[in-house]
Nanobody, 115 residues
Framework: QVQLVESGGGLVQAGGSLRLSCAAS????????MGWYRQAPGKQRDLVAA???????NYADSVKGRFTISRDNAKNTVYLQMNSLKPEDTAVYYC?????????WGQGTQVTVSS
């Protein structure tokens, strides 16, 4: 099992920025595909961004150009830099680690964007 701890969430005004961090332990971090997902009340949990072991990235259309996912294998940490935040970005953000089809989730961190 991979243990994941998110941090960096909070309250921010529209147009502002936040940087989320996810620290992983319990596995070889460089072998993990990492992702950020979010879930708003009453909605499903959707992919925000993902990064492969080789550093390739994928983003939801709604965040392209605003969010950046990155990883630091030396620190066993994945980041989500969120810029130009919008009220519709408000959600609980979850870190996910994948080893093939074996998944582990973090506890989530709340991001609230005020208008």
């Amino acid at each position: 099992q991979v243990q994941l701890v998110e941090s960096g969430g909070g309250l921010v005004q529209a147009g502002g920025s936040l940087r989320l961090s996810c620290a992983a332990s319990g596995s070889i971090f460089s072998s993990l595909v990492m992702g950020w997902y979010r879930q708003a009340p009453g909605k499903q949990r959707d992919l925000v961004a993902a990064i492969t072991t080789g550093g390739n990235t994928n983003y939801a259309d709604s965040v392209k150009g605003r969010f950046t996912i990155s990883r630091d294998n030396a620190k066993n940490t994945v980041y989500l830099q969120m810029n130009s935040l919008k009220p519709e970005d408000t959600a609980v953000y979850y870190c996910k680690a994948a080893r093939g089809f074996i998944y582990d989730w973090g506890q989530g961190t709340q991001v609230t964007v005020s208008s």
